[in-house]
């Protein structure tokens, strides 16, 4: 069973940064992303990255957010900048490879002044 293990959520404040990481327990996962959920909404892609390094970002976080991955650790990253409370979420490290996917725990981020 693969696991997903988040962490580096927290309370910022606006405008702030934060660096959210997620380690997983296997290696060669072909895509990872991060989503985000809020209480009674979907679940919402913020950004993928293959193990090719191919990104996506949906448009609400373009420019501010950066996802990376360091394939030797099997570690992706989120770092979050120029935060704004919409961003307030719990969010959860993805590992997609054709066949199964896994979630981790989520880590709760919270925007607030």
């Known amino acids: 069973q693969v696991q997903l293990v988040e962490s580096g959520g927290g309370l910022v404040q606006p405008g702030g940064s934060l660096r959210l990481s997620c380690a997983a327990s296997?290696?060669?996962?072909?895509?990872m992303g991060w989503y985000r959920q809020a209480p009674g909404k979907q679940r919402e892609l913020v950004a993928s990255?293959?193990?090719?390094?191919?990104?996506y970002y949906v448009d609400s976080v373009k420019g501010r957010f950066t996802i990376s991955r360091d394939n030797a650790k099997n570690m992706v990253y989120l770092q979050m900048n120029s935060l704004k409370s919409e961003d307030t979420d719990v969010y959860y490290c993805n590992g997609f490879t054709p066949g199964w996917d896994s979630w981790g725990q989520g880590t709760q981020v919270t925007v607030s002044s």
């Open positions: 296997i290696s060669r996962i072909n895509t």
């Open positions: 990255i293959t193990r090719f390094g191919m990104t």
